[in-house]
């Protein structure tokens, strides 16, 4: 059963369309068609407004924090066409880069592993996913996918930097062989899976085939090195399947329909031990997916939703909990734990 544990009051002006916790489950970053990012403390039950960031000229759809090793580090993207990355230096949030590359809305964003380096993923409903990588001294490389779905791009998630097998057949202290990946959600009905080659660029590996109308969403799962890969899957068709790769070698990804909801389902996201999957859709009800227990519970289900890790208390450094945040039409971001 999850309980909303938090309710943060974001004074937005208009609908949020997502919510995210960084890190360390110490901040939450919100965005909303009033055209704002918002980063809020939300340490100990709190909620103090650290940031109000104006930039996108549209309505902002998804957020996303990079990994804390780069510092502190915001991506959004908007209907204005416009990606902006956000830096916090000495307390103070500033622009630190916009990407203006896409003739259409930019739909969603998502950061690489941080093993690969600072890597943004970009999708646009002109069709394109820009990939943006930080060189150094302020400067990005932008490669572009141009045409990789018909109409548009939805929603981007890159697969983890762990080598499916490599818990079993790793030898130990061998560094693993890295290949960078990402799945893509798009208005053709399909989900794609990147690759990149060994000459740096991107190559469609594999197309995945179930949705009868446009993808709105696609979750790579985490792993931590078994064999199987796993992908989460949702559709304006009402359906989430769960699509898994068990033979690397062969690349053969089969679907499973998790379940047919009645209404358009927005957003899929995975537990940080994947073994619990939360969906929401138009029906404004949350349902979660003990995928492991094959149960299936609906809550209240809103328009974005996100897990986060929270930091354990270091008498119990073994341990680590999922809090869900979930953001919809009204102003407010609920921050609920998953038991």
């Known amino acids: 059963m999850v309980s909303v544990i938090n309710t943060v009051d974001t004074s937005h002006e208009d609908m949020i369309h997502d919510a995210q916790?960084?890190?360390?489950?110490?901040?939450?970053?919100?965005?909303?068609?009033d055209r704002s990012v918002k980063i809020f403390d939300v340490r100990n039950g709190g909620q103090i407004l650290i940031a109000d960031l104006?930039?996108?000229?549209?309505?902002?759809?998804?957020?996303?924090?990079?990994?804390?090793?780069?510092?502190?580090?915001?991506?959004?993207?908007?209907?204005?066409?416009?990606?902006?990355?956000?830096?916090?230096?000495?307390?103070?949030?500033?622009?630190?880069?916009?990407?203006?590359?896409?003739?259409?809305?930019?739909n969603s964003v998502c950061w690489a592993p941080h093993d690969y380096g600072l890597i943004l993923a970009c999708g646009s409903s002109d069709?394109?996913?820009?990939?943006?990588?930080?060189?150094?001294?302020?400067?990005?490389?932008?490669?572009?996918?141009?045409?990789?779905?018909?109409?548009?791009?939805?929603?981007?998630?890159?697969a983890p930097a762990v080598v499916p097998g490599s818990l079993i057949d790793q030898p130990s202290g061998q560094k693993p062989n890295y290949i960078k990946k990402f799945a893509s959600g798009g208005c053709d009905n399909l989900i794609k899976l990147w690759k990149e080659?060994?000459?740096?660029?991107?190559?469609?590996?594999?197309?995945?085939?179930?949705?009868?109308?446009?993808?709105?969403?696609?979750?790579?799962?985490?792993s931590i090195g078994l064999p199987t890969s796993t992908i989460a899957s949702c559709s304006q068709d009402g359906r989430v399947f769960i699509w898994t790769c068990d033979d690397i070698s062969s690349n053969t990804w089969s679907p499973k329909l998790l379940h047919k909801f009645?209404?358009?389902?927005?957003?899929?996201?995975?537990?940080?031990?994947?073994?619990?999957?939360?969906?929401?859709?138009g029906d404004n009800k949350l349902g979660r997916r003990g995928?492991?227990?094959g149960e299936?519970?609906?809550?209240?289900?809103?328009?974005?939703?996100?897990w986060t890790?929270?930091?354990?208390?270091?008498?119990?450094?073994?341990?680590?909990?999922?809090?869900?945040v979930t953001a919809g039409a009204g102003a407010n971001a609920a921050i609920s734990p998953s038991m």
């Open 127 to 158: 069709g394109a996913i820009s990939l943006l990588t930080y060189t150094g001294e302020g400067q990005w490389e932008v490669k572009k996918i141009n045409n990789a779905h018909t109409i548009g791009c939805n929603a981007v998630s890159w």
């Open 21 to 33: 916790m960084d890190y360390y489950g110490t901040r939450l970053a919100t965005c909303s068609s």
């Open 197 to 222: 080659e060994e000459d740096g660029q991107w190559k469609e590996e594999q197309k995945l085939e179930a949705h009868s109308d446009w993808v709105r969403d696609v979750a790579w799962a985490p």
């Open 309 to 324: 890790p929270e930091p354990p208390p270091p008498s119990h450094l073994n341990q680590s909990w999922d809090h869900l």
């Open 262 to 281: 009645n209404d358009v389902v927005w957003h899929v996201s995975w537990s940080i031990t994947a073994n619990i999957l939360a969906v929401s859709g």
């Open 296 to 306: 299936y519970a609906e809550q209240q289900r809103t328009a974005k939703l996100t």
């Open 291 to 293: 995928i492991s227990e």
């Open 54 to 106: 104006r930039g996108h000229e549209g309505p902002v759809w998804q957020v996303a924090w990079a990994h804390p090793m780069y510092g502190n580090i915001l991506a959004s993207c908007s209907y204005d066409r416009k990606v902006i990355i956000w830096k916090e230096e000495n307390g103070t949030w500033e622009k630190t880069h916009e990407h203006t590359g896409h003739d259409s809305s930019v």
